[in-house]
């Protein structure tokens, strides 16, 4: 919606940051992140995003 400071972060199973993905300060818009998981096992990650008053924490699973 607006300019803000944008936090992306994976996190494991274990509550651990895995990576850093986003962390500055965008415009508002869209944008696409590559997420490149070559060092991490397969099985079940969390993300979280942070803009400004928007927090959402969600789950994924990465298969190899």
């Known amino acids: 919606k607006e ?3 944008v936090n992306l972060k994976v996190y494991d199973s274990l ?4 990576a850093e993905l ?3 300060t965008q ?3 869209t944008y696409t992140v590559n997420f490149n998981a070559r ?3 397969s099985g079940i990650y ?3 995003i942070e ?4 927090y ?3 789950k994924m699973i990465l298969l190899k």
């Open 3 to 5: 300019q803000g400071l």
């Open 15 to 18: 509550g651990e940051v895995v």
């Open 22 to 24: 986003v962390n500055q």
């Open 27 to 29: 415009p508002a818009g």
């Open 39 to 41: 060092n991490l096992a």
């Open 46 to 48: 969390f993300y979280s």
């Open 51 to 54: 803009a400004k008053d928007y």
């Open 56 to 58: 959402k924490v969600k």
